[in-house]
């Protein structure tokens, strides 16, 4: 089994920065990519940043310049540096991976529970 679990959200003031974690265990064998993804009430799921295994970062325009995901490849750990926050930035920030299990031959899909950041004064 593989889990996902995000920590990290919370409450920041406009302008503010504040830094997510996603940490991945269980039986893994490697982690290919991964995302995260946020969701704001009545609103879709939006993919705002993705790293690879070789560090390849992708961003979507509404956080590039502002957002920065990195990993630390020994604790199978993603953060995701969030600066110059803005109240449009308020939503539920989960972690998705792309994850080969030991004994497997194909990778799957995992989710995390989710980490809410609000951006409010």
């Known amino acids: 089994q593989v889990h996902l679990v995000e920590s990290g959200g919370g409450s920041v003031q406009p302008g503010g920065s504040l830094t997510v974690s996603c940490v991945a265990s269980g039986n893994i064998f490697h982690i290919n990519v991964v995302n995260w993804y946020r969701q704001a009430p009545g609103e879709q799921r939006e993919l705002v940043a993705a790293i690879t295994d070789v560090g390849n970062r992708n961003y979507s325009d509404s956080v590039k310049g502002r957002f920065a995901i990195y990993r630390d490849g020994t604790k199978n750990t993603v953060y995701l540096q969030m600066n110059s926050l803005k109240p449009e930035d308020t939503a539920v920030y989960y972690c998705?991976?792309?994850?080969?299990?030991?004994?497997?031959?194909?990778?799957?899909?995992?989710w995390g529970q989710g980490t809410q950041v609000t951006v409010s004064s």
């Open positions: 998705n991976a792309n994850i080969l299990r030991r004994g497997s031959y194909l990778p799957n899909n995992y």
